[in-house]
């Protein structure tokens, strides 16, 4: 009923002749142009894109404080050589290059043309096409009604597509900022993981709430949450990461097409990441990890970006002799425990690599999970690197400080191997 009564009131909102509530919302959108307007990839600001190809180059882009940029996205993406065992394709393989935020799109273009009861709500999504470009062009095809811009309350919003999921539709909610979704925090936790389950199944909740998080290029310690930590103690709630353009796709159809909740986890340094995706269609399990590179001394749990600076670290191993097994979780909850098993038996050591912060993360949540289910196994005692539990600097070398990098994983797997 709450999520109901909070539905009408953002229905109610949509409409208000208050002005400055929509003078709010172009505050916000200027100033969210401001600090993303290297990220977004649309065809009106060609100066201001740049794409990030599978061997760290970057292309037509622009050179935005001294270079930074192509310094920080490089350590973000896997090497040409290590792009095959990265899971990225190559141009002689068949289908269609997409970046990630256009894999997002396009599954979720591919979704609405399916079902009509798919929509979309969130800051901008509409005629400005998101802040990332994920919507754009859906409000031109799909009208007004399924592609929803609303104003800025993250708690109205939110509580209308679970009202919406309740009564039949599939909305997809964006977040224009992680970290703003902190003020929906009631209506996801009380409502949303909830109601299926006290109103005794009367109601399902198949409601995708997504957006971008993660440290990015200098956006300050609000722009740059990772709120995995926060929502994954929420009963009835199911959460994925994705760090391809391939799984970003396939993820997004099975979050959509899922009668849970799902809350679809995006990082912003890798929206602009190209990879060629399959011309046919093709659905991913929400419960299942990625076997990224398979080896046999120790193994090694990633996700989102961090499944980057892995595979830099990984290349820096083999060279010094070490075989790492590399595992995508991509199911932050639940943990795909069976493939995480069955590498934990044959390498006998585990490594995690996160930038959830430590107290309290993801790691720590699975180093509880191996332990429980798996320490009989276990040669040496989980280890698991995280970021620092620091609000991020805006300063660029202090946020690289606070950030796992590659360095730092080969020592500690050379740690674990002794």
């Known amino acids: 009923m709450a999520a109901i009564i909070q539905g009408i009131g953002a229905a109610t909102a949509l409409y208000s002749p208050n002005k400055s509530l929509f003078a709010n ?47 920080l996205i490089a350590n973000a993406v896997a090497t040409k050589q290590d792009s095959a065992a990265a899971g990225t394709s190559t141009s002689s393989k068949p289908g269609h290059e997409l970046l990630l935020f256009e894999a997002l799109q396009e599954g979720l273009e591919e979704e609405m043309e399916r079902d ?35 104003p800025i309350a993250e708690n109205s919003f939110t509580g209308m597509g679970i009202g919406a999921a309740m009564t039949g539709l599939r909305p997809v909610v964006e977040g224009m900022n992680m970290g703003f979704l902190l003020l929906a925090f009631n209506q996801i936790s009380n409502n949303c993981g909830m109601l299926h389950y006290t109103s005794g199944g009367q109601f ?26 926060y929502f994954q103690s929420i009963p009835g709630i199911q959460m994925v990461a994705c760090s391809t353009p391939y799984n970003a796709k396939g993820l997004m159809k099975a979050a959509i097409r899922s009668e849970n909740p799902v809350i679809l986890f995006e990082h912003v340094l890798l929206y602009n990441l190209k990879e060629r995706i399959p011309d046919e269609e ?26 980057y600076h892995v595979m ?10 070490y075989d790492p097994e590399v595992i995508d979780i991509r199911s932050l909850k639940p943990f795909d425990l069976h493939t995480i098993g069955n590498s934990v038996k044959k390498t006998h050591r585990v490594l995690i690599v996160e930038e959830c912060m430590r107290t309290g993360g993801i790691g720590a949540s699975l180093t509880a999970a191996i332990t429980e289910n798996f320490h009989d196994y276990l040669d040496a005692p989980v280890l698991c ?30 740690q674990l191997c002794k």
């Not at 990332?132 to 399924?146: E, F, N, S």
């Not at 830099?312 to 002799?321: D, E, S």
């Open 25 to 71: 919302n172009a505050l916000r959108s200027f100033t969210v142009n401001i600090f993303l307007s290297v990220f977004i990839a649309a065809p009106e600001r060609k100066a201001n894109l740049f794409v990030v190809k599978s061997d760290a180059r970057l292309s037509s882009g622009l050179n935005f404080r001294g270079g930074r940029a192509e310094e």
């Open 116 to 150: 009509p009861t798919v929509c979309v709500m969130g800051e901008d999504v509409g005629h400005y096409g998101g802040s990332y470009k994920v919507t754009k062009g859906l409000a031109k095809k799909y009208g007004d009604l399924r592609v929803l811009d609303t």
């Open 204 to 229: 399902k909740i198949p409601i995708v709430i997504r957006g971008p998080g993660g440290v990015g290029r200098q956006l300050g310690a609000e722009h740059s949450q990772r709120l995995e930590s």
């Open 282 to 307: 093709y659905v991913l399990n929400l419960e299942e990890a990625e076997m990224v590179r398979p080896g046999e001394h120790v193994t090694i749990l990633t996700y989102s970006r961090m499944r």
């Open 312 to 321: 830099q670290a990984a290349k820096t191993l083999m060279n010094k002799g």
């Open 385 to 414: 690197l995280s970021s620092q539990d620091v609000p991020t600097p805006y300063a660029g070398t202090l946020e690289n400080w606070t950030v796992v990098q590659p360095a730092q994983i080969v020592t500690a797997v050379e």
